[in-house]
């Protein structure tokens, strides 16, 4: 069955913590369909061999390094001990802690008095990673967490021996997703023995916790649908839920629960209305439906839950957070106007049966890729001298809402930092007052926060004991307007939907107002839920940095994109320790006992969107150069971090001089580069931040044009993560290569032309 290609590695076979060194392939490249690494037979057969010019693209376009070769075979291993289910203080059995995705924990051996003596405990490298956004459990002595490929792992909580790997192999699966998204997951679910995880082709597995065996995997997407998965399942009441991506490009978006057990669907909720021509597939549908105009079930509609879910076990619900639009352009989807429900949306359903209780829309008519997808934390409050069950979330849009659980009515919405789509939230209705031409429909508009948002799916936590959130927050905008070539092709198509593009209708460009100093960077505010203000904030010269953890302990901790993981005193943002970790940090850390010690852990691999935002996010990272590794950190820790490469913002640009660049071919090949999301791992404008693909100034791949066209044709790097573009012609080939050519040519004018004022100031010395 295609769903079960995987395989298991365990520490036995692998040596430890993984396969050779960057530079070197230690293991086998063999061919047949029978053969399998190290005598081990995989029920599906190995892996195809990689000769010729497909072993010569792979040296020369990851160079320096080679990601290191997987083994692959279900083997026999010797596991972790069995668990307990979870839930205790000392474990982090939930993706946000505990199941009111708090992200705070109640331990505090590590805390505001002795936090300057926490040390790196140990560290384990993880060959072949690159951007690390997941969140790991830590249940029974045992860590559980995700690779970029949804590839889970076991490490021992308090050595960080590796104790088995499951390899997801999602790349051989619905390889038409590699299109739509990069390779990223932000992390897995425990419950009794089984470890869950969702995978970019679509699957939900069940992992035996102890062996990292398969138990079931059920296909939540339809094989020719865009949607993928990059979120971490929840686990509630022996059911199991996972949501979708794939909004951008017009996905009808939808959870599914499962039965923990044994994978039988229970039930399913749409965000987006269907065809109302047909039933419906529930009653909420119908009241959707009236907030669509038009023939918006063509266009699939968006609204896909790609992140936040949040059980609420004191009521039996569950919440969940309804991504953007999909077209973008509201005059495209709903074309008579209405608000779209449930896009942009929280909405509350019952946990047992998934029947609609409640929503609110954060953004009626969506049309800038803002989503209600982030974090939604449960708390009590004591608001106006009344105690309050609220659910609280920073969405990109800028505003933070404080919402009754109970009826799903606004209680408050203020900004958080530079907002300026909207004066403000009217309490009394819910809705925001929208400042005029929004919707870019009578020309451009600069609006901020872009598409990026003010936060995004970065976790933060609440601390109820300080009452305050700490939010990663993010300042940049972005200029929006219609994208008058996508409507004319439109047109020209009788008004059918054209599919295949992200964001259809719109075109918008990442802006950031010189005269702004905070533009383009970004901050930890610890916000007031109650006051709606911001209690302390600390700045940082990076905009896309990690996830928050509070605890009792009196501390919160951030990473930054520098690599700086930061301590801070949880009630004034007093900075009370630092670790450098050499590498910029996007995942939260986490926090959990063992033994009686208090230990704290945290993947380092930067990435999750940053090469999209170019320059604005480049911390002079580069690909394959420093290593993945998770940390983990306890008090009077003495371990030190192998060697690592500094950050380097020089770019050693490949040129052919001989190389003949028509400018034409150039301009026709960079808009094929943006067509084809290439920019989604290359860096836009070929701006690279060093993930998760190379800098393809660097490459001399882009000098050889057969070597180049076979990358793009036939996808020997599929296994790496790089698509295979079938589709292109010779012409769109060769205008693509032509693309780096130039950019290369004038990153090497440049950096000759710096040598040379360099030289200049020396003589004038």
């Known amino acids: 069955m295609w769903h079960m290609i995987a395989s298991v590695t365990t520490a036995a076979e692998s040596g430890g913590c993984g396969a050779g060194k960057p530079g070197r392939w230690r293991g086998k490249i063999m061919s047949g369909p029978n053969h399998v690494d190290r005598g081990q037979r995989s029920p599906e057969g190995g892996r195809p061999a990689m000769t010729g010019i497909a072993a010569g693209l792979c040296r020369r376009l990851l160079a320096p390094s080679l990601v290191a070769a997987m083994t692959i075979g279900l083997a026999a291993c010797r596991g972790p001990a069995e668990p307990s289910v979870g839930g205790s203080s000392a474990d982090w059995a939930h993706y946000g802690g505990t199941q009111d995705e708090m992200r705070f924990s109640r331990l505090e051996e590590i805390n505001d008095g002795n936090v300057a003596s926490l040390g790196l405990a140990w560290s384990l490298d993880l060959e072949g990673e690159h951007q690390l956004e997941a969140t790991p459990l830590a249940v029974g002595g045992t860590l559980y967490f995700t690779g970029q490929d ?27 997703t590699m299109h739509y998204i990069f390779s990223v997951n932000r992390g897995a679910a425990y419950w009794q023995g089984k470890v869950y995880v969702g995978t970019r082709d679509g699957r939900l597995v069940a992992l035996d916790s102890r062996t990292g065996r398969p138990i ?106 309804a991504g953007n639009s999909g077209p973008y352009n509201p005059r495209l989807r709903t074309p008579g106007g ?16 998934g029947r609609y209780i409640w929503h609110y829309q954060v953004n009626p008519q969506e049309a800038w890729d803002y989503k209600a997808a ?10 106006d001298g009344k105690p309050r069950r609220v659910l609280m979330q920073a969405p990109t849009n800028g505003f933070f809402y404080v919402i009754d659980r109970d009826s799903g009515k606004l209680i408050s919405a203020e900004k958080i930092g530079k907002v300026n789509w909207a ?100 901050e930890l505010i610890a916000w007031d839920p109650v006051a709606q203000k911001a209690r302390w904030k600390v700045q940082y010269d990076s905009l896309w940095n990690g996830g928050t953890m509070t605890t009792r302990g009196n501390l919160v901790f951030q990473g930054d994109a520098d690599g700086i993981l930061h301590g801070y005193d949880a009630r004034t943002g007093k900075e009370l320790w630092r670790f450098n970790a050499g590498l910029g940090i996007i995942a939260p850390p986490i926090t959990y006992e063992v033994g009686g010690r208090q230990y704290l852990s945290l993947l380092v691999g930067y990435g999750g969107g940053v090469a999209m935002l170019g320059r604005y996010a480049d911390r002079g990272w580069k690909y394959n150069a420093q290593p993945r590794r998770l940390l983990t950190f306890a008090l009077g820790g003495k371990a030190r971090l192998p060697k690592t490469a500094p950050a380097d913002f020089q ?55 057969q070597a180049f066209s076979q990358l793009l044709s036939e996808g020997p790097l599929m296994e790496r993560g790089m698509p295979r573009f079938e589709t292109l012609s010779d012409a769109d080939k060769r205008a693509v290569e032509l693309y780096p050519g130039r950019s290369a040519r004038v990153a090497r004018q440049a950096q000759g032309e710096r040598r040379a004022r360099e030289g200049d100031r020396i003589l004038m010395a």
């Open 374 to 383: 982030a974090q939604m934390t449960l708390a009590r409050l004591t608001i």
């Open 216 to 321: 079931w995997s059920r296909q939540t997407v339809a094989e020719d649908s865009f949607q993928f998965i990059t979120g971490a399942p929840r686990v509630f009441n022996g059911k199991v839920i996972i949501g979708n991506g794939g909004g951008d490009w017009a996905a009808r978006g939808y959870v599914t629960a499962y039965d923990a057990n044994s994978g039988r669907q229970l039930w399913r909720f749409y965000t987006v209305p269907g065809d109302p021509a047909k039933p419906f597939e529930q009653p909420a549908l119908a009241m959707a439906a009236k907030s669509w105009t038009g023939q918006w079930w063509k266009w699939g509609g968006g609204g896909t839950v790609w992140d936040g879910i949040t059980y609420d076990a004191e009521m039996n619900r569950i919440y969940i957070g």
């Open 423 to 522: 004066e403000r939230i009217d309490v009394k209705s819910g809705r925001p007052v929208e400042v005029p031409n929004v919707r870019y429909e009578k020309g451009p508009i600069t609006i901020w926060p872009g598409p990026q948002g003010a936060h995004n799916w970065q976790s933060m936590a609440y601390n109820p004991d300080t009452g305050l959130v700490y939010i990663p927050y993010m300042q940049l905008g972005a200029v929006y307007e219609e994208d008058k070539a996508f409507l004319e092709r439109v047109k020209a198509n009788g008004g059918e939907p054209i599919f295949g593009v992200s964001g259809a209708g719109t075109h918008f460009s990442i802006h950031a107002d010189p005269n702004d100093p905070r533009d383009g960077k970004g």
């Open 338 to 353: 209405g608000d779209n429900l449930f896009l942009a949306s929280i909405v509350a359903l019952d946990a047992d049966t």
């Open 651 to 705: 770019v050693r640009a490949v040129d052919d001089p001989k190389l003949v660049l028509d400018e034409a071919a150039v301009k026709r090949g960079a808009k094929l580069y943006g067509a084809n999301m290439c920019h989604a791992c290359h860096g836009a404008g070929l701006n690279n931040t060093g993930v998760p693909g190379p800098d393809l100034r660097e490459s001399g791949v882009a000098l050889d044009y």
């Open 150 to 176: 949804a590839s889970v792992y076991a490490v021992d909580a308090r050595t960080g021996k590796r104790l088995w790997r499951w390899d997801s192999r999602e790349w051989a699966l619905r390889p038409q």
